[in-house]
């Protein structure tokens, strides 16, 4: 692969020195402080709510890499008469006709003069140029001019977050016990403390240069004693370059990377369905710099993009060990070394607690090669992305009927084309893919510009059942893209200026068999969502949701043979200004699920939330009580919730209870800003809350947080 990429035994050594010239550059400079408005993260938190509002996950999502763009732009909006199509990708708030339709009114009409212009851009509504309108601004398009180190040291800007983590109540894992029970059962109590700890340090010169390292410390790893002596479980770093020269990226040390439409190899943020039709699409950046704490699913290693003309080639590699569920180890005590045989998966949690969770920590060394050669135009991009990756040992999974078909050996190799297309007010989109076996996946579809007033997106996929990319992240109903087939359609519809009607439909089948359904199977799923916004900072919406999916059904029947359940959701949610300094939330949903056969299982959820801010006043405050009570786990419902800065989550609400949270966040002194969160889950029909090491005996569970950030 060239000079350019290091060697497999470098990796380990590049890391801990971008950690030393982390420290060193702190060191030598002290750069002017920088002081945002408080408002600043509740608009960030708006536009990534906005995004996420259609998930439904129970994680601790990971959207730093977002946060990190919005964040920087806010600071430093983005001039639109220079903007490439790449910067205005990374914002998620615009399509690529949208990011057309402004090239093209600028090579008609000149460079835009005031900001109010973009309401002259085809495609631009009111709500689009309202979330954007933080981000962007229009100055004059200066000529490209080189960076010198002096520029640096004087722009360039230090970012510092600690933060602290702990559930207040006990849990089964950190009770005490006798030294003869944990003699006899060395896995039943966690080895370290139950506080969760977190560090991210990094340096910033607008988008061209970016130095940084993250740790992290679970709830239950260990601290500078036992098996951490380095102090924390996980570390990460990182190098990165941008420029718009032939060398147009490069990055040592931890990385990710996205290219297509996900099928082939993107590691990193990836939207499922939503009320936006655009994210049904993926808009790849490339390379860019590992800034999160999954400990599993990223590069490490180095990568290169460059650049010829509308040419633009990629080269990485990467070579990490990784955690997994160690099957079998090679008898050599002739040697005295043993070597690792086979696994039975990839083990993704990142907890390190017990002696059993760290057997199987770094159990695996995994090698990936690879690139992407594509050629980009306003209207056309190409490219062919290909990767090959490497295991030190066999995977043998646990082979059942379902997964026969699934990557089980120590190699793969996968191979695929991508296309972006964007005539008149049309984008088609697309890639193909095939993995070593043969197994192929296919992902192709179109989003239109109708009118001014209605958006439609198309997206048909196709992924065999023996289909096998390991960092492939498509557009798909199971998490990962394998034994599916399916049309998605999305329409977006503004029939006055204050309302949009969105929504979609999408079909899908297997034509194999999946987890816990023992036959081929198909279903469905519906959105319909009514928008009002009477005032910029009002909304109202009415959201209805249909589910169909085909499960075992294993009460009476000696068989397990799969039938359809049935899910109904009903949300009305409101947002409204009701003083200059406080907005309040309010949101109502219901779920009615049932399982052919057997009794429908109903959900309810209730919240109320308080938010003050006051420009001019040093803190902010936001408040939330809910009510929920669901007949089983099966009837959950899920919100989204506020937090520190670059932490976000949408927890799952079952059973019956009340749920409290209060996050505030300080203003100490310019450049230094501090946040505290107290949250508690209240059941009311249970004495147990979860099982295992995290037990807790009680009906509460309780949890603080606070971060410290530090800018220089």
Do not use: C
């Amino acid at each position: 692969m060239g000079n350019s990429l290091i060697s497999p035994p470098q990796a380990d050594r590049v890391i801990r020195l971008i950690l030393l010239l982390l420290f060193f550059s702190v060191s030598v400079s002290a750069l002017a402080q920088q002081d945002d408005p408080l408002v600043r993260q509740r608009m960030i938190e708006q536009r990534i709510e906005a995004i996420v509002e259609g998930l439904d996950e129970e994680v601790e999502l990971d959207y730093t890499t977002l946060f990190d763009v919005l964040d920087y732009y806010l600071e430093r909006p983005l001039n639109l008469n220079k903007a490439t199509a790449a910067d205005l990708r990374q914002l998620y708030l615009l399509t690529d006709v949208q990011i057309n339709n402004l090239q093209l009114h600028i090579a008609k009409n000149g460079p835009l003069r005031e900001i109010y212009e973009v309401q002259a851009i085809e495609g631009w509504d009111q709500t689009t140029i309202y979330l954007l309108l933080p981000f962007i601004k229009v100055d004059a398009p200066l000529d490209f001019q080189r960076w010198t180190i002096k520029d640096v040291l004087e722009e360039g800007s230090h970012d510092l977050f600690l933060r602290y983590t702990r559930v207040l109540e006990e849990q089964e894992g950190f009770a005490p016990i006798s030294e003869e029970e944990l003699a006899e059962n060395p896995n039943r109590r966690f080895l370290g403390s139950p506080d969760k700890l977190y560090a991210r340090y990094r340096f910033r010169y607008r988008n061209n240069l970016s130095i940084g390292f993250t740790a992290e410390k679970d709830a239950g790893e260990e601290f500078f004693q036992g098996t951490q002596k380095n102090g924390f479980d996980f570390y990460s770093a990182h190098a990165y370059y941008e420029d718009k020269g032939w060398l147009r990226k490069a990055v040592v040390g931890d990385y990710q990377a996205q290219f297509g439409q996900g099928l082939t190899l993107w590691s990193g943020l990836g939207f499922g369905k939503s009320p936006f039709i655009a994210s049904a699409k993926r808009s790849p950046l490339g390379i860019r710099p590992y800034t999160a704490v999954d400990e599993n699913l990223f590069f490490r290693g180095s990568a290169i993009t460059l650049g010829a003309g509308k040419f633009e080639l990629t080269l990485l590699y990467s070579d990490k060990k990784i955690d997994a569920n160690i099957v079998s180890i090679a008898d050599t005590s002739d040697t005295g070394l043993d070597q690792l045989v086979s696994v039975s998966s990839f083990q993704l949690s990142g907890f390190h607690r017990t002696n059993a969770e760290l057997f199987d920590k770094d159990a695996i060394r995994e090698r990936h090669i690879g690139g992407n050669l594509a050629y980009k135009s306003r209207k056309l991009s190409v490219g062919l992305t290909a990767m090959r990756s490497q295991w030190d040992a066999n995977l043998e999974r646990n082979l059942q009927l379902y997964n026969q078909f699934e990557f089980s050996d120590n190699e793969n190799l996968v191979a695929g084309v991508d296309y972006n297309l964007v005539l008149r007010n049309m984008n088609f989109f697309g890639e193909a893919s095939m993995s070593q076996n043969g197994g192929m996946g296919f992902v192709n579809g179109v989003l239109i510009a109708l009118d001014p007033k209605l958006s439609i997106v198309a997206l048909h996929r196709h992924f065999d059942r023996d289909f096998q990319s390991l960092y492939a992240n498509a557009f798909a109903e199971r998490s990962r893209p394998i034994n599916e087939q399916g049309l998605y359609l999305g329409m977006e519809f503004t029939p006055a200026r204050k309302w949009k009607v969105s929504g979609y439909a999408d079909h899908f089948r297997s034509q194999w068999l999946s987890f816990l359904v023992d036959a081929p199977s198909s279903g469905h799923e519906y959105l319909l969502q009514l928008t009002h916004k009477p005032r910029r900072k009002s909304e109202f919406y009415i959201r209805w949701r249909k589910r169909n999916k085909d499960r075992n059904n294993i009460i009476d029947s000696p068989i397990d043979q799969p039938v359809p359940w049935d899910q109904h959701f009903f949300r009305v949610h409101a947002a409204y200004q009701v003083h200059e300094n406080v907005k309040l939330k309010t949101r109502v949903e219901f779920t009615r699920y049932q399982l052919e056969g057997n009794p429908a299982e109903n959900g309810f959820l209730l919240y109320q939330d308080i938010v003050f801010r006051k420009v001019m006043f040093p803190a902010n405050l936001t408040l939330r009580y809910a009510l929920f009570d669901t007949d089983s786990y099966n009837a959950r419902l899920y919100a989204y919730e506020n937090d520190v800065l670059y932490f976000f989550s949408i927890p799952a609400y079952f059973n019956r209870g009340s749920r409290f949270y209060a996050i505030s966040k300080i203003r100490i002194k310019k450049g230094v800003e501090l946040w505290l969160r107290y949250a508690q889950w209240l059941y009311t029909d249970r004495d147990v809350i979860n099982s295992g090491l995290n037990e807790i005996n009680g009906n509460t569970k309780s949890e603080f947080r606070a971060q410290l950030r530090l800018r220089f």
